[in-house]
């Protein structure tokens, strides 16, 4: 909108130049001279303030949530002089959003401007686009230059509220091994022996103590917890996010008490593929080779392991996958409790 103004601008000073030039040339007087000469002066001066050219400088930005950010930066002359232009016109580019500030720049040195708060896709980001629209003195003589705008923002998928993450907790007790959420591990006697000082008193074993007439304790042996493994199947783009989500919800949540093992199949960079680290939330995909994925998840599935996979209901899973009992899925039907307010 604002190169269409100044465009109009410069057909609108076009023509006044044309009938002076016009003018001059039919009444050849002083007057007309002067007026030729004084309007060419006014045309090279602004466009010789059009060609001023800006510099970005004291960018500052700040995540303010899970995937939003804000963007403060200065436009200024490069050797520090006023700038000579007009008005700039700045617009933030990411993805398929925009947010453009328009703001008076004649004889300023500094111009400062904050962007509203810009939405981010999941993933790495590294850099925005910045346009800047000038124009010159007078408004004409327009210029479009474009600036990256450095930044370094991983944007994981979104956490559930602290209350539908709790709902979660609570149902997923009932399906899951009672191992995996009990405070207590499961123990064997190691061995019987004499009550020692520095034993607490609870840890005597009063039927042994009574029978054998000596203070008794048992010393336990923990038997190695079962290794859990938690899947995300992103096979079919069908509720993705939403899924992908709670995946990475209930990873934040169980690796605060247990060893969890992640597991996340879909596309990687194009193929179909599976990775384990938190960071890989960022740069999955929908898988794009159903066939491929389902082949993947079936050779991940480890004996004597307990699995919970999450997978939206219409993506295709290995044969006998649902009657395996150390499989537990959950897919958005199940999780629909989680939508909503």
Known sequence: MGLTRSVLRIIWYVFLYALVIWYTLTFSTTVAWFLFYSFTLLLLIAYLSSRH???????????????????????????????LLSSIDLTLFKDNQQHRLHRSSFLARKVKATFEPIELSRGYHDHLTLTLDSSGLFGIFPRRLNYNIPIAVSIYPA???????????RKLTQTLTPVLYSPLHEFYVKEIRSYQDRDAISSIDWKSSLRRGQWLVKDYDTLEESPFDLFFYGAVPTEFEFLLSVTYTLY????????????????FDHNADIKYTQKHFLTIQPAS?????????????????????IMASD?????????????????????????GG
């Open 53 to 83: 050219t800006p510099v970005i400088s004291s960018i500052d930005w700040d995540k303010i949530n899970n995937n939003e950010i804000v963007v403060s930066l200065t436009v200024q002359s490069k050797r520090g002089f006023p700038l």
């Open 159 to 169: 956490v559930i509220q602290k209350s539908k993450r709790s709902e979660l907790m």
């Open 252 to 267: 934040k949540e169980l690796t605060q008490s247990f060893k969890v093992n992640l597991h996340l199949v879909g596309d």
């Open 289 to 309: 080779n159903k066939e491929e994925a389902s082949h993947i998840l079936r050779r991940s599935l480890t004996v004597g392991r307990n699995h919970l996979i």
């Open 315 to 339: 993506a295709t899973t290995p044969s006998n996958l649902t009657e395996d009992p150390s499989v537990t899925v959950l897919d958005e039907h199940a999780l629909h409790f989680l939508k």
